[in-house]
Nanobody, 122 residues
Framework: QVQLVESGGGLVQAGGSLRLSCAAS????????MGWFRQAPGKEREFVAA????????YYADSVKGRFTISRDDAKNTVYLQMNSLKPEDTAVYYC???????????????WGQGTQVTVSS
């Protein structure tokens, strides 16, 4: 079992930045690929970014490419999502997830955090 706790969400103006963190515990963090997903009110949870166990070749949704950066620090058992140039449409609850495969699909990640709210005002 892997436990995940997100932090770093909040209210920010359009054009601003936030860095989300997700601290993992319970199993060997470096064994897991990590992902970030988000869910806006009334919408499906969607893929944002993912990073492999090695940290190479991260994947991004087209909507965030060039603005968001996913990274991991295995020494701290933490994955990050740096979000720059935020837009109102980025408003959502952001979830981190852990799995053995780095994919873009929710079903490939069996472990999830409780989420952190990000609100971008116009």
């Amino acid at each position: 079992q892997v436990q995940l706790v997100e932090s770093g969400g909040g209210l920010v103006q359009a054009g601003g930045s936030l860095r989300l963190s997700c601290a993992a515990s319970g199993r060997t963090f470096s064994n897991y690929a990590m992902g970030w997903f988000r869910q806006a009110p009334g919408k499906e949870r969607e893929f944002v970014a993912a990073i492999s166990q090695s940290g190479g070749s991260p994947y991004y949704a087209d909507s965030v490419k060039g603005r968001f950066t996913i990274s991991r620090d295995d020494a701290k058992n933490t994955v990050y999502l740096q979000m720059n140039s935020l837009k109102p449409e980025d408003t959502a609850v952001y979830y981190c997830a852990a799995g053995l495969l780095v994919t873009l699909t929710r079903s490939s990640f069996p472990y999830w955090g409780q989420g952190t709210q990000v609100t971008v005002s116009s």
